[in-house]
């Protein structure tokens, strides 16, 4: 099979599964859009992808995003990985959304880059939503405070949230924290504030996408789905 042949059966595979978890939780599969997480791919299956329809990429380094940005045209950039704050003026032109700030000084940083460009950047806040040690992420007990300094970055507009579950055997083990987060993001919903827009439920990766769609994700992030798995 050539790498187009691949990525399509796996991509057909991935859409089957969405519609599967979509019927299961009475949902729309317009609802769900799917992040093609393209760290360490190249460029040629980048646009690979981007011919069979995915647009929208997820990159976690902003050094690879800035290498790949130059040379793939007409599609969106996501970050999606720790942003160092030195980093942040590379990428703030360049990307759509960030799903991964999980800093006041991050959110911080992002705001005075933003202003500057006079852009509004869209954001979702990323939470270690099981509090486990190895991860970054904002913990659920800090969102009150970090939500209520929202108001004060004008070029910030909060969308959503992201979270990165456990790695486990039994994608249903994750159904726990996908609930938990998206009852934090229904709670911040309700926050009537200027720059708060809920949008996007950002969770779901290649082991446990159709759990997290059945929770109410409505963007996943698949790579080794998609791609089959990265060399490191
Ligand atoms: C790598 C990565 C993904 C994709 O992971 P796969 O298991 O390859 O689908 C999603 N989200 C983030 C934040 C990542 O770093």
Redesign the pocket.
Known sequence: MTEKDIILKNLENINNNIEKACIKANRSVDDVKI?G?T?TIDIKRINILKELGIKTF?E?KAQELLEKYDNIKDVSWHF??NLQTNKVKYIIDKVDLI??VNSLKLLSEINKRASYINKNMPILLEINIANEKSKTGLLAQDLPYIIDEIENFKNITLNGL?C?APFVENPQQNTQYFRKMRKLFIDISYKNKDNINMKYLSMG???DYHIAIEEGANMI??????FGK?NY
Do not use: Y
Request: hydrophobic letters at 40%; aromatic letters at 0%; proline letters at 0%.
């Open positions: 992040i997480v760290k997820g976690n999606i990985g799903h991964s992201m990165v990766m290649t082991n992030r698949i790579g080794t789905g998609i990265r």
